[in-house]
């Protein structure tokens, strides 16, 4: 049960919440996190080719999903490798993905 006593508190994770499911919010970038959460890692080309989308589209939805704190990344040699950081959104995706298939 929600304790609305601590409204300022339950507000402020809220908000949180929000900022989480509205970067997550696209039909691409919840590609991206499923794929990403299906090989743990992943670069820009190799997302590219399994979206059907221009590779400047993936690098822009990659850069929203960095800026909200969703995923991270380094740099290998020449390559820039993505990878989730953030447990919520990985939740979030794997329960949509497990509702479709059930």
């Known amino acids: 049960m929600i304790d609305f006593s601590k409204k300022e508190e339950i ?4 908000e949180e919440k929000a900022e989480i499911l ?3 919010a696209h039909p691409t970038r ?5 794929m990403l959460i299906r090989d743990s890692e992943s670069n820009v080309t ?12 993936v690098s822009q939805h990659l850069s929203k999903l960095k800026y909200a704190g ?16 953030n447990d919520e959104a990985r939740k ?3 329960f949509m993905l497990d509702k479709q298939q059930s």
């Open 46 to 57: 190799d997302i590219q080719c399994c979206l059907d989308v221009p590779q400047p589209t």
């Open 30 to 34: 919840l590609c991206i996190l499923a």
């Open 22 to 24: 509205k970067a997550i």
């Open 70 to 85: 969703i995923v991270g990344s380094e740099r290998s040699g020449t390559e820039i490798i993505y990878s989730i950081k």
């Open 92 to 94: 979030i995706v794997e």
């Open 11 to 14: 507000k402020h994770k809220l």
